[in-house]
């Protein structure tokens, strides 16, 4: 997947058809439009000389 940051922007390509079904789940899982929507909370810390994983809470789940 690439990820691209511009300023405050995020965008997420999808490489590959499960990659992209994995970002539709998580698109729908955020995004609400009868309520409110979620927001991405990092856990813990992310140091890839440590391990190469970012972990991140779904706030309001």
């Keep these: 997947m690439k990820i691209t940051v ?5 965008e ?5 058809d499960q990659e992209t079904a ?3 789940i ?3 899982t955020i ?3 009868v309520k409110f929507n979620r927001k ?3 856990i813990g810390e992310y ?3 440590k391990t190469n ?4 809470a779904v706030e309001g789940e």
Excluded: G, H, T, Y
């Design 31 to 33: 995004v609400d439009c």
């Design 6 to 10: 511009e300023k405050n922007v995020v």
């Design 53 to 56: 994983l970012a972990r991140f």
């Design 22 to 24: 994995q970002l539709q």
């Design 40 to 42: 991405l909370v990092p």
């Design 12 to 16: 997420f390509v999808p490489d590959n």
């Design 26 to 28: 998580l698109w729908n």
């Design 47 to 49: 140091v890839p000389q």
